[in-house]
């Protein structure tokens, strides 16, 4: 496959990837359906390497770093994006997402990795102002911040800044391991550490109310967008230049909003549009300044 249609099929399945969680959260609770879907995407991927003949099992001394990407990039993120999606839209969390690239910014300088220049902060000024237009709809007057909108908005938010987190984090290992071997054992470990959360909250039982709607979009979720979607988007990356590939990303909310409102119907406000644009703008300048 071209690797650019592959970045692109890979942010397509991300950005549709809110709707589907959207739709299934409201069948059945966030554990099952986070558990499922890394389950799928587990399957995934283990069937790929043993087409390849690679191994399945990665090796003793990587399961460490792999134990706490399951948790942070797996277990732990899905859980707050699931949750996040019962009280938010799937529009204002695509906006959302786009942040991730600033707090990995934010993190780099942290640690010393790049310079935090005045551009990079102006940059971060307009993204994190768009954030606020998305979470206020645009009242940034008393009571914005009412429940429980505002409340998955948040989770949404605490989401992008687990995920720069992971990407840090997992960085070495997936260089070390190869990226199909290493979310494969992130993945099979985060579903491990769902497995109590899932039986808790009712088990297998709960799949017998899926609807046919809402079992395709699990199945999406757990074999398009946590199995194919990881793997298009790593095959583009060993390809071509990494800069090239980020700047896919861009496309990701625009699936998002395009899924959600032929899918789920969902309202367009011009101040959810305005904020999200200023996101991108912001995003683009801190990844653009020197």
């Not at 808790?200 to 757990?222: D, I, M, Q, Y």
């Not at 074999?223 to 298009?232: E, M, R, V």
């Amino acid at each position: 496959m071209p690797p650019r249609l592959g970045a692109f099929l890979a942010i397509v399945f991300w950005g549709v990837a809110f709707v589907f969680t959207k739709r299934v959260v409201s069948e059945i609770p966030p554990a099952a359906l986070v558990f499922a879907r890394a389950c799928l995407g587990t399957l995934l991927l283990l069937g790929l390497l043993a087409w390849r003949g690679e191994r399945l099992l990665p090796p003793r001394r990587a399961l460490p770093q792999l134990l706490v990407m399951g948790f942070i990039g797996v277990a732990f993120h899905q859980m707050l994006q699931a949750e996040a999606l019962r009280f938010t839209s799937a529009i204002n969390t695509g906006w959302l997402i786009g942040l991730i690239p600033v707090w990995s910014a934010l993190l780099a300088a942290a640690l010393g990795r790049e310079r935090f220049g005045p551009l990079k902060v102006v940059g971060l000024a307009v993204g994190f102002g768009g954030a606020l237009l998305v979470v206020t709809r645009g009242h940034l007057g008393g009571g914005f911040l009412a429940l429980p909108s505002t409340r998955g908005d948040l989770l949404v938010l605490a989401s992008t800044v687990n995920w720069a987190v992971y990407s840090l984090i997992g960085l070495r290992t997936i260089r070390e391991l190869g990226p199909t071997q290493a979310t494969a054992g992130a993945m099979m470990l985060g579903a491990a550490m769902l497995l109590p959360f899932f039986l808790a909250a009712g088990g297998p039982a709960l799949f017998r109310g899926l609807t046919p709607v809402g079992l395709a979009a699990l199945l999406a979720l757990g074999f398009l967008s946590s199995g194919l979607g990881y793997l298009f988007w790593y095959g583009a990356l060993e390809k071509i230049e990494a800069t090239k590939v980020a700047a896919f990303l861009y496309l990701e909310p625009l699936a998002t909003l395009g899924a959600a409102v032929v899918l789920l119907g969902e309202p367009v406000g011009v101040a959810t549009v305005a904020g999200g644009a200023l996101v991108l703008l912001g995003v683009a300048i801190v990844q653009r300044a020197k």
